[in-house]
């Protein structure tokens, strides 16, 4: 069952253009969205998050939308840049304490290339 | 430096053999996770640790994964008779409120 769905498996864009990623989720009780970048032979680095008590966060080039009624949130990249290019991953994490508290539930992520 | 570290970076090992794969988080982060991500998918969380609590292991794929966080801070993932469907890249990651931060990872080739 998955659970957070990053339906398009890469995306060609060129330079300063803008670059939106797409993603979908089905369980209710995410109330925290987070995006992903990572680099071949590295860790995934954190980009943004929203909360869902908000439908937009922006930081720089980089803004999150969110549609909670859509169960849907995106990534826009405006100017998009070569060094953008990398495998971005949409991750989410569910309301509520206990053990399970602070797990993240990753998408299968889109490959991002920027083309000069 | 003060991200997370991983060890070894990569790991070739037989089938059937045992594997450990070692988590340095940051100092102070009181929580770690564990994921993997095998060739082509997305990452797959297997376990996590939040202070003293009782992990959450509710992602380990089967009872030949077990982890180990000694003293808070450092963590050992082992894979004990390790097959081939194990081949993949071993993701930690450590939290300050919010955002899991993420080593390197441990690439696992099991042949």
């Known amino acids: 069952d998955q659970q957070v769905k990053q339906n398009s498996p890469s995306l060609s864009v060129q330079e300063g253009r803008i670059s939106i990623l797409n993603c979908d989720y089905t369980n209710s009780m995410f109330d925290y969205f987070l995006w992903y970048k990572k680099y071949p032979a590295e860790g995934p680095t954190f980009l943004i998050s929203i909360s869902s008590i908000k439908d937009k966060n922006e930081d720089g080039r980089f803004t999150v939308f969110l549609n909670k009624s859509a169960k849907h949130l995106s990534l826009h990249i405006v100017p998009s840049q070569p060094g953008d290019s990398a495998v971005y991953f949409c991750?989410?994490?569910?309301?509520?304490?206990?053990?399970?508290?602070?797990?993240?539930?990753f998408g299968q992520g889109t490959i991002l290339t920027v083309h000069p | 430096g003060a991200g997370v570290s991983q060890s070894p970076s990569n790991k070739v090992t037989e089938k059937g053999k045992d594997v450990e794969l070692r988590c340095d988080p940051i100092?102070?982060?009181?929580?770690l996770y564990w994921y993997r991500q095998s060739l082509g998918q997305g990452l797959e969380f297997l376990i996590y640790f939040q202070g003293n609590s009782a992990p959450d292991k509710s992602g380990l794929p089967s009872d030949r994964f077990s982890a180990e966080r000694t003293g808070g801070s450092v963590s050992t993932l082992t894979i004990q008779r390790t097959q081939q469907e194990d081949s993949a890249v071993y993701l930690c990651?450590?939290?300050?409120?919010?955002?899991?931060?993420f080593g390197p990872g441990t690439r696992l080739l099991v042949l």
């Open positions: 990651a450590s939290t300050a409120k919010e955002t899991q931060y």
């Open positions: 100092s102070g982060h009181t929580a």
């Open positions: 991750a989410a994490r569910a309301s509520g304490g206990g053990t399970s508290y602070g797990k993240l539930t």
